[in-house]
């Protein structure tokens, strides 16, 4: 337990659960305020994530970097005059609690803004809430393209700030042709956690790399379960039907163990491995890391190579002790747009603050050029993407190549007519 966390008692908060909360101007301090909504000149903003299970570190590292923004925003005079009060409550990875959660922070808890730092299966039940509620809600986890692609799932007073699976597709996509016709690598397998996230964004990887490489041929795909801890038979499995190549959505803690294992049954010498999804927690837990893994960038402080990157990135360190996540950086983001928007508008006032933040562009230490935009469909763009190759000592990432968001654009909406979202 950190000393952000606070055993919450049923008979002096009642309805809500395991929370952190941060005090009115005080980094660090503990408080649980009268839940009223407006009170003074604190603004509640609830935070429904992920604080127990295997994929925890989401739900910490999204809290460190909500804390640390808030702390920064606080000291200069909080968001319009008010000061930034953080509620966390652990949704534990479940939708149907994670939507109770999300709603009593609004109902019972004072909040007046939501971030959902869920992951998918989380974020879609917390929409509905936001959909009934018509409270502020910005999305910082999910990556599944529909929850803002499909204007049928929108909610009009949700965003979302966080990469999405059809931007990493098509970037994934055009780099990783460009890669398996130098090699002359055909043959391919996947490997996904078994929900929306990694079924969806694994068939959208698939389309577009098909789009850059039509002759390559699928020869087997596993599912394993999110959170599983034994990887034995689906690694048996991919080696067995030899692939040149594969491609896995696994993340986080899924993700180090499945490296640790495949490096057991020498899956790195059958294969070329490429994935989007390594960043420093999985680097961390890596005992081996393997030379030449074809790989994302979630997040690393020498990409984008700008210096308020690299200065947030040692803060976060200082604070934590530790690097940041991909979620980190999305969490941080959501909070410099909620800044900017409320210097804007002159308000913190979410019905204001929802018209203001469409199509909002501001100065962010993780966009391509120092600037990422709340595109009109309250997606985000212009964030960094690249691509590289492991290495086993820092930076870990070489010969990163940015991807092209002209291109992104492009084929993104292409994709969109096809699906008819517009």
């Known amino acids: 337990m950190t000393k952000h966390d606070v055993k919450n008692n049923d008979k002096t908060k009642p309805g809500l659960g395991r929370r952190a909360v941060l005090a009115?101007?005080?980094t660090g301090a503990l408080a649980i305020p009268f839940l009223a909504r407006g009170a003074g000149n604190v603004l509640r903003i609830g935070v429904p994530t992920v604080l127990s299970g295997p994929i925890a570190l989401l739900g910490t590292s999204s809290r460190n970097a909500l804390l640390l923004e808030a702390d920064r925003i606080n000291a200069a005079g909080g968001l319009a005059g008010r000061k930034i009060e953080l509620v966390f409550e652990d949704g534990k990875a479940q939708p149907q609690e994670t939507a109770r959660v999300a709603r009593e922070l609004v109902n019972t808890g004072g909040c007046e803004l939501l971030i959902d730092a869920t992951p998918s299966s989380g974020a879609f039940a917390v929409q509905e809430v936001v959909?009934?509620?018509?409270?502020?809600c910005i999305h910082t986890c999910s990556e599944t393209s529909s929850l803002t692609a499909d204007p049928k799932l929108r909610a009009p007073t949700a965003f979302r700030c966080a990469r999405q699976g059809v931007h990493d597709s098509i970037a994934g996509g055009a780099y990783l042709a460009q890669f398996a016709n130098a090699h002359k690598f055909n043959k391919w397998a996947t490997c996904s956690p078994d929900y929306a996230y990694g079924r969806d964004t694994t068939a959208q990887f698939l389309d577009f790399f098909r789009h850059f490489k039509p002759d390559i041929e699928l020869v087997?795909?596993?599912?394993?379960?999110?959170g599983q801890p034994d990887f034995t038979e689906v690694i048996t499995k991919l080696?067995?039907?030899?692939?040149?190549?594969?491609?896995?959505?696994?993340?986080?803690?899924?993700?180090?163990?499945?490296?640790?294992?495949?490096?057991?049954?020498?899956?790195?010498?059958?294969?070329?491995?490429c994935t989007p999804n390594v960043d420093y927690p999985v680097l961390s837990a890596i005992k081996n890391i393997p030379d030449g893994i074809q790989s994302g960038t979630r997040y690393f402080e020498e990409f984008?190579?700008?210096?308020?990157n690299k200065a947030w990135s040692e803060a976060y360190r200082k604070r934590f002790g530790q690097y940041p996540t991909n979620w980190a950086w999305q969490n941080a983001a959501a909070m410099m747009f909620l800044e900017a928007a409320a210097k804007k508008a002159g308000t913190s006032d979410g019905k204001t603050l929802v018209a203001v933040l469409s199509g909002l562009t501001i100065d962010c230490p993780f966009g391509t050029n120092g600037k990422i935009t709340m595109r009109e469909d309250h997606t985000i763009i212009d964030y960094a993407i690249g691509w590289g190759r492991t290495i086993a000592k820092p930076p870990y990432i070489a010969d990163i190549k940015p991807a092209d968001w002209g291109q992104i654009i492009e084929l993104e909406t292409a994709w969109k007519k096809q699906l008819g979202y517009i």
């Not at 087997?220 to 999110?226: E, G, I, N, R, V």
């Not at 030899?242 to 899956?267: C, E, H, K, M, W």
């Open 304 to 308: 984008p190579p700008l210096p308020a």
């Open 220 to 226: 087997t795909q596993a599912w394993p379960k999110l």
């Open 131 to 136: 959909r009934d509620l018509g409270v502020l």
């Open 239 to 273: 080696i067995q039907a030899r692939p040149q190549a594969l491609f896995t959505l696994l993340y986080a803690g899924d993700l180090s163990a499945f490296i640790n294992q495949g490096n057991v049954y020498a899956l790195f010498k059958a294969m070329t491995v």
């Open 24 to 26: 009115t101007g005080v």
